[in-house]
C-alpha cells in the first residue's frame, strides 16, 4: 500500500507502507528528501524487536492487522500532525508477520525546516500509532509450539503517552 | 452487515469474519455486543468482558454507544500493541 502526493518545495510528501518485508532506513530518509533544498531536519524513530518481552526471551513477534484500517488511522494520525507542526514530509512504515529480534517492526520519518517540528511530529505519531493503529502482538516462545504463542497485552503506559497530546 | 474479528478475539469466536442480521432494537456497537455474546461459547468467552474489547465502523474507532445502523463493516478486536 502506497500513497505519494507531489513533491516539490514546500509541499508535504506523505508515504504510508504497511508490509511483511524488512525496511531500510537510509533508503526510507534519502527517497524522503530526495530532489528537496526546502528541508532542514528530519527525525527518524525505528520501533526494534527485542529479544525479551516481559522478561522472558522470545523467538520471534508476530504481527496481526487489519489491513484497510491501519492504513487509514496512520494516515488520519499524519494529517494531525500536519495541521499541528509545519511538516514538509512524513514516512510511516508497518511490518506485519513474522518478525525476528533485532529487525525493525516499525519506522517514522519526520521532515521539516527545523528540528522541532521533527522531532515532536515522529514523537505524536509513535504515541498514537502504539494505541490507535490496528495491530496485535503475539510473541513467539523458544521451542515454540503454536500453543506456546502468546498475545502481548497493551500497556497502560502507552495510553498516557498518547493522552499528554490532548483531545484526540 | 459484515463483521470482522481480530487477534484473540478472533481465536475465541472461532471465525475471522462473518455477515449477520441483529434482530430490531440491535441499535449499538454496545447492543450488538451483548447480542453477539449470546451466540454461543466462544462468542460469550470473546466478549465475557465488553470493556476490553474495542470496535470500530467502517475502518474508525466507535465507543459502544456508536449506532450501528448504515455500517457496512463493523470490527472488534483487544487494544491494539502496535509500534
Known amino acids: 500500500m502506497y500513497v505519494q502526493a507531489a513533491s516539490g518545495i514546500g509541499k508535504m510528501t506523505t508515504t504510508i507502507r504497511l508490509q511483511r518485508e524488512p525496511f531500510d532506513t537510509a533508503k526510507e530518509i534519502a527517497a524522503l528528501t530526495r530532489s528537496r533544498t526546502d528541508i532542514g531536519a528530519v527525525a527518524t524513530f525505528t520501533g526494534i524487536c527485542r529479544t525479551d518481552e516481559n522478561g522472558e526471551s522470545i523467538t520471534a513477534l508476530n504481527l496481526e492487522h487489519y489491513p484497510d484500517m491501519a492504513e487509514a488511522e496512520i494516515g488520519r494520525h499524519i494529517e494531525a500532525a500536519r495541521q499541528r507542526w509545519p511538516l514538509l514530509g512524513v514516512t510511516v512504515i508497518h511490518r506485519y508477520g513474522r518478525i525476528a529480534p533485532g529487525e525493525g517492526i516499525v519506522l517514522v520519518v519526520t521532515a521539516s525546516r527545523h528540528r522541532e517540528a521533527a522531532f515532536a511530529a515522529a514523537e505524536f505519531l509513535m504515541d498514537y500509532l502504539k494505541t490507535r493503529a490496528p495491530f496485535w502482538k503475539q510473541v513467539e516462545k523458544p521451542g515454540g509450539k503454536t500453543g506456546d504463542k502468546i498475545w502481548v497485552e497493551a500497556k497502560a503506559s502507552d495510553d498516557t503517552a498518547a493522552e499528554r497530546w490532548g483531545g484526540r | ?83
Open chain 2, 1 to 83: 452487515m459484515k463483521v470482522r474479528y481480530f487477534a484473540w478475539v478472533r481465536e475465541r469466536v472461532g471465525k475471522t469474519e462473518e455477515d449477520i442480521d441483529p434482530p430490531a432494537g440491535v441499535a449499538t456497537i454496545g447492543d450488538l455486543v451483548s447480542w453477539l455474546a449470546r451466540q454461543g461459547e466462544g462468542y460469550a468467552y470473546a466478549f465475557e468482558n465488553p470493556n476490553v474489547v474495542r470496535s470500530a465502523i467502517d475502518k474508525r474507532h466507535v465507543r459502544p454507544d456508536a449506532r450501528i445502523a448504515g455500517a457496512s463493516e463493523i470490527a472488534f478486536f483487544p487494544p491494539m500493541t502496535g509500534g
